[in-house]
């Protein structure tokens, strides 16, 4: 078996986590690969987190973003969220069930073939022109290169070919469930518990009142952007692709979803962590 481990960069506390699980995993007799710039951290030998999809468990020491950090290199591979006190919606296991949590799933792997696991949706952006994003854990986001009065986008958002609505904006987002608890909130979007199979669309600053709206997982979301030189189409806050306008961006639920390993985390006692 092969586990690889993420901790958050800048966090010693992750760091010595990370090697204590490092530890047992190699006690176990488990190859155990550690992202580089924790290596570094800890005088261990370093992997690029890109390379994480040759894993059988990545574990995520860690907030949400290590998490995503984490997801994107490890594509398909189930992830294991360690919570340092942050939010967690994606991460269940405390620091100090960390080393043991990761232990049981090993054994779990080495008596059955797998880790226990929960899938979470992802939503991909492709453009006209041929170009697309890595698949997105909580949002993609299109909107204009700057923020506020006088800036943004003119945008129409179909669902499935009909319009939904034309307006000025500062974007549109498309989150998942998962995602809902973040960018989407905060903007202005709904809670959407992670068992339900949707997308939600949600306007940012729009000039007209949008409604956020939640469409079926297999929709297919299309954004006309116009109205400026340029937009900005990111996926998690990360990726991005700078297009010329006008344009149209394709959103779809992604393929192939992430996966989300170990215990489930309780949805509505970390929504309290919000207030």
Known sequence: MRVGIVAQRGNDRAAYLAADVREMLVDEGVDAWVDAATATEIDVPGRD???????????????????????????????????????????????????????????????EGTVRFREAPRVVASGERGWSLPPALNE????????????????EV???????????????????????????????GPLVQPGVRGLVVTGMCAAEAMPSLVVPHDSE???????????????????????????????????????????????FRALSKLE
């Open 140 to 155: 993609v986001a299109v909107q204009g290169e700057q923020r506020g009065h006088g800036q943004g986008v003119d945008v």
């Open 49 to 111: 987190v890109g390379e994480f999809d040759a894993c059988d468990l990545v574990v995520s020491i860690g907030g949400d973003g290590t998490f995503l950090f984490a997801a994107r290199g490890a594509e398909s591979v189930p992830v294991l969220g360690v919570n340092l006190g942050e939010v967690g919606f994606l991460n269940a296991v405390k620091p100090a069930d960390a080393v043991e949590a990761v232990r049981r799933e090993v054994e779990r792997y080495e008596t």
């Open 221 to 267: 979301v299309t954004v006309r952007a116009d109205g400026a030189d340029h937009a900005v189409v990111s996926s998690d806050g990360s990726n991005e692709e700078r297009v010329d306008l006008p344009t149209t961006v394709t959103l779809r639920t992604a393929e192939e979803p992430a996966r989300v390993a170990g215990p489930d985390s309780d949805f």
């Open 158 to 188: 179909r669902v499935d070919g009909s319009l939904y609505e034309a307006m000025h904006a500062d974007g549109v987002l498309v989150a998942t469930p998962t995602g809902s608890t973040a960018y989407n909130l905060s903007e202005g």
